[in-house]
């Protein structure tokens, strides 16, 4: 289902040059321990004035959004999404940060049945984490170390730094504290 799932989203993302990267669950299941989850997460690099564009790709893709997009997504900045034929969830996370924009160049090329598909890279992936902050955010952060443990935590530390300094949360001693749990 997934798989099918990840196919079509990437070839329209790719057909329609919206630029993306797959986050949260799917791309702990690349970067760090199996778990379960029902949701597909993904970051696309345009704002929400191209929402007729984004609208176009979720029809190509098969999907149906689960609110009114002209509405929600522009407050939210998420266009939240549903496969009818397998039930899955897709969200859609506008984003056009130069951060993101960064995050989107550095992207893993996974290639499923012949269709490449970009997953955020490992270090990408523990930034989004270490940001969110949940409990169970914090758990993949610490799979994705594990697995690879030859990450550049030089590059974490900036992105968590600059993130830190528009928010004033604390994600450098968040990832540090994760980081001596696996040491």
Known sequence: M???LLKRIAATLDRLRIPYMIIGGQAVLLHGEPRLTRDIDITVGITT???DLMLDAVEDIGLIPLVDPKDFSLRTLVLPCQDPGSDIRVDFIFSFSPYEHQAMERVCLVEIEGVNVKFASA?????HKVFAGRARDMEDVKSVLIKNPEMDSRYIRKWLSELAKA????FVSRFDDVLKDVS
């Not at 270090?123 to 930034?127: P, Q």
């Not at 928010?167 to 604390?170: L, P, Q, R, S, V």
């Open 49 to 51: 004035e191209e929402m």
């Open 167 to 170: 928010t004033g949360e604390a």
């Open 123 to 127: 270090e990408d992936l523990v930034i």
């Open 2 to 4: 997934f798989t099918q």
